[in-house]
């Protein structure tokens, strides 16, 4: 479905997640022009075909005028994607996204989408980092931003000094692989007792796993909304995890705001009061601590707004 509000040149974001590809059309004021959904197909030739029908479905929606006819003609400046794996930015290339059907071998997904739309640009970012930009985009903060994504994994964005930083391995953020208990639970990294084995929403699914696939965070917060106390105890040490991370980022980085992302963030603001409440905790004996009030800078993304396509759309190549 698309909404029109604008015409002229136009930037497309896909973000390709295991389950769904999302697509927005941009317009030249970053104004979100069209959206569409598809599910994901698995493999490289039907992945890239997908995406090169999401590409030209909004711009057919476009040019069909489905907000009531357009000013102009309508001219694609270029193509972004935000995909899970390994991603080289600097080439395209993407490699290991299993989720995708993607092998170890680079796969060169801005190349074969570039040609399969015209030839016009691709950019190829992972997709913590276009969510990352898309976070920027949508609420932009007057300082720094790290966007800290609670899914399967734990992994940063960051934004520093209006600049999404990569890092020299594009391994910046990657702070869910900090080792801190070597007789920890082993992560799937190969290490002991990483900071994604305490505070991913894996971990929270291993310690509470209820509600079904993919649910047992809200199944969590509901049981503690009911008085559980198997389920606060739960919820007390994951979000020790979580603001553990957030300590991380702020004492790295010291950004402004630091946005709460990824599957586990879909549970809103009890979420947000939980690492806020367990960041006051921790800071109660260290009056360091306290004076920079982390618990103040948590945020959440604008609820139903498609963030990493927009910021795929949006991210500078």
């Not at 395209?92 to 680079?106: C, E, I, K, M, Q």
């Not at 913590?128 to 609420?139: I, P, R, S």
């Not at 969590?220 to 040490?237: M, Q, S």
Request: charged letters at 15%; a negative charge.
């Amino acid at each position: 479905m698309a909404v029109l509000t604008s015409t002229g040149t136009v930037r497309v974001g896909l973000d390709i997640g295991g389950t769904k590809i999302d697509g927005v059309a941009l317009g030249p004021g970053e104004e979100v022009l069209a959206t569409r959904r598809s599910p994901t197909p698995h493999g490289v030739v039907d992945v890239v075909a997908c995406a090169t029908a999401l590409v030209t479905g909004l711009l057919d929606d476009l040019a069909g005028g489905l907000a009531g006819g357009l000013a102009g003609p309508v001219r694609l400046e270029g193509v972004g994607i935000g995909v899970p794996g390994l991603v080289d930015p600097a080439d395209g290339t993407v490699r290991s996204a299993v989720n995708l059907g993607f092998g170890p071998g680079p796969v060169d997904l801005a190349g074969m989408l570039s040609v399969a739309v015209g030839g016009v640009p691709v950019v190829v970012e992972n997709d913590v980092k276009a969510t990352t930009w898309g976070a920027h985009t949508l609420l932009a903060p007057a300082g720094d931003l790290a966007l800290l994504s609670l899914g399967t994994g734990l992994a940063a964005g960051l934004v520093v000094n209006g600049e999404l930083l990569r890092g020299a391995g594009a391994a910046a953020g990657e702070i869910g692989h900090l080792a801190l208990d070597p007789q920890g639970h082993r992560c799937n990294c190969g290490q002991r007792g990483c900071l994604e084995t305490v505070a991913a929403g894996s971990a929270l699914r291993r310690d509470w796993p209820h509600g079904g696939e993919g649910r047992s965070a809200d199944h969590l917060f509901a049981a503690v909304a009911a008085g559980d106390p198997a389920a606060v105890a739960v919820l007390d040490r994951w979000s020790a995890g979580v603001a553990l991370a957030v300590r991380t980022l702020g004492l790295t980085f010291d950004p402004s705001v630091v946005v709460l992302a990824g599957g586990v963030a879909a549970v809103g603001e009890p979420l947000r009061r939980s690492v806020a409440g367990a960041l006051r905790r921790q800071a109660a004996g260290s009056a360091f601590l306290r004076g920079l009030a982390l618990d103040e800078r948590l945020a959440l993304l604008p609820p139903g707004r498609p963030v990493a396509a927009i910021g795929a759309a949006a991210a500078p190549a």
